[in-house]
């Protein structure tokens, strides 16, 4: 399968402050990235979907203003969570997407860990 | 509704045992359906992929089955190990494009 990386893997940053994550396809070029949040002990939740040299498309409930996300080439994707709060804290995972064969597959990123403090 | 639930929520197993984990899903149009393996603070790996004309892939020690008519998936782990521990998540794809639904998922502990 394909190489997603992401990185940092792990930041810790104050409450005010912006971070950014990148999400890299490091052997293909994916026209499509996914953005996911995760709870502990919860299952992985949608945040948003960007094309590459589009906008991106937010799932309900998420601020659009708050997590910024840029998709400037077919091989980086990044998210920005602006002005975080402890309840930012979170597991995000970016996942990029591309025609393996015959289906449309998605190959995840190893997580970022963000506590905001 | 599309949706895909699995069971159970957790599971412990004595190392060396066999677990069985079940999905179940009402995707429509179906694509395929994946297992993931995600280890604690890391993103999920993929076991095995499943389309509609199969019912049984192997990998190692990992056996997927697929009932498309029930719309039935299952994980089977033969003889377990410690590293086998983790939360294993079921994820279907839809054929509408770029879709995917995912399990809340199951968390396996393997103990000694």
């Known amino acids: 399968g394909a190489v997603v990386s992401q990185h940092p893997s792990r930041v810790i940053c104050k409450s005010g402050t912006s971070v950014k994550i990148e999400c890299r396809s490091l052997d293909f070029q994916a026209t499509t990235m996914f953005w996911y949040r995760q709870f502990p002990k919860k299952s992985l939740m949608l945040m948003a979907t960007s094309n590459e040299g589009s906008k991106a498309t937010y799932e309900q409930g998420v601020e659009k203003d708050k997590f910024l996300i840029n998709h400037a080439s077919l091989t980086l994707s990044t998210l920005t969570v602006t002005s975080a709060h402890p309840e930012d804290s979170s597991f995000y995972i970016c996942s990029a997407g591309g025609t393996d064969r015959f289906s449309y597959e998605q190959y995840f990123g190893p997580g970022t860990r963000l506590t905001v403090t | 509704k599309n949706q895909v639930e699995q069971s159970p929520q957790s599971l412990i197993i004595l190392e060396g045992k066999n677990c069985t984990l079940q999905c179940n899903y009402t995707v ?36 997927a089955t697929l009932d498309a008519d029930t719309k039935q998936s299952s994980l089977h782990i033969t003889a377990s190990q410690l590293s086998d521990s983790a939360s294993y998540i079921c994820v279907v794809s839809a054929k509408a494009g770029n879709q995917f639904y995912f399990g809340t998922g199951t968390s396996l502990t393997v103990i000694p």
């Open chain 2, 28 to 63: 429509s149009p179906f694509s395929n359906l994946r297992w993931y393996k995600q280890d604690t603070g890391r993103g999920p790996v993929s076991l095995t992929i499943m389309t509609f004309s199969e019912n049984t892939k192997s990998n190692g020690r990992y056996t």
